[in-house]
């Protein structure tokens, strides 16, 4: 990976090493369910578990993408995301970067205006037109997923006559340009494992990790008890810790500047060891 910084509301943030992204769902149906905080005690409890664990960035979502879910309106995302915001700032204070895992751009609005920092976007502003002004607006750090469809169509649109990875790479390297063009600086990439991939090329994507980096910007990995793992193992997601880990660690190694993960202690340890390793 190569240093990268985000600009957090004026403050500089600077990485030499990956970073960690813990997860909390405000959702009662993610696929995981120790991920799923119900109410402010709760996500205060695990942020803070979080932090004390070296937890670079905290995550939050309050809608399901995993193929099935309920759809959720907007107001009711916004409902639960302001819950999680406020627990998370009453639990660690204003220095974490909270980002907010939303597609729609009035969410996003309204999170950042509650205190989030950043916009997670698994849709890559392709589930609404109005997200690329709104974070150019915003002047807030993107996460730009690369996706197709919508979560209950997705798995439908897995043809890549040109290769996966070559697919990802066009299509992020346009978005990027189109951001760009708005004067959206922070730009951190998501190849979408999981999202209109079958299992197999999710690991051709994989292993091709280092591909990415041509788009010079830092890359995400969000792999975490996924099906790709669950699947190939024929586990539970409750089963996953330990290959999540590994998976991780790969990651690292392919080039991966954030790690978006369930299990934040082992993550930071995988740093840390790749740290050691790389030095």
């Given at each position: 990976m190569r240093e990268f910084s985000l600009n957090i509301k004026g403050r500089l943030l600077t990485f030499d090493r990956p970073a960690v992204?813990?997860?909390?769902?405000?959702?009662?149906?993610?696929?995981?369910?120790?991920?799923?905080?119900?109410?402010?005690?709760?996500?205060?409890?695990?942020?803070a578990e979080m932090v004390a664990q070296g937890v670079d960035i905290i995550d939050l979502g309050a809608y399901s993408s995993r193929p099935g879910a309920d759809d959720v309106s907007a107001?009711?995302?916004?409902?639960?995301?302001?819950?999680?915001?406020?627990?998370?700032?009453?639990?660690?204070?204003?220095?974490v970067p909270v980002s907010v895992d939303t597609f729609r751009a009035s969410v996003a609005r309204d999170a950042i205006e509650?205190?989030?920092d950043i916009v997670n976007d698994i849709s890559?502003?392709?589930?609404?037109?109005?997200m690329f002004s709104t974070v150019a607006a915003l002047r807030c750090p993107y996460v730009l997923m690369h996706m197709r469809g919508n979560p209950a169509t997705m798995q439908s649109l897995t043809d890549y006559?040109?290769?996966?990875?070559?697919?990802?790479?066009?299509?992020?390297?346009r978005r990027i340009g189109e951001l760009e063009e708005?004067?959206?600086?922070?730009?951190?990439?998501?190849?979408?494992?999981?999202?209109?991939?079958?299992?197999?090329?999710n690991f051709e994507l994989f292993s091709q990790l280092e591909a990415i980096e041509i788009l010079h910007r830092p890359i995400l990995v969000g792999v975490s008890r996924k099906s790709m793992i669950t699947r190939t193992l024929a586990i539970s997601s409750e089963e996953a810790g330990t290959a999540t880990a590994v998976m991780g660690a790969f990651a690292?190694?392919?080039?991966?500047?954030?790690?978006r993960v369930h299990d934040v202690e082992a993550a930071v340890q995988s740093v840390r060891l790749w740290k050691c390793l790389n030095n």
């Open positions: 992204m813990g997860i909390i769902n405000v959702t009662p149906d993610s696929f995981y369910a120790a991920s799923r905080a119900a109410n402010s005690q709760t996500i205060s409890t695990r942020a107001e009711e995302e916004s409902r639960r995301l302001r819950l999680g915001i406020e627990a998370i700032r009453s639990a660690v204070g204003p220095d509650w205190g989030a890559g502003g392709l589930l609404d037109p109005e006559p040109s290769g996966v990875t070559q697919d990802v790479i066009d299509v992020l390297s708005l004067g959206v600086a922070d730009i951190i990439v998501d190849p979408g494992f999981g999202f209109a991939k079958t299992t197999e090329q690292l190694d392919r080039g991966a500047s954030i790690l």
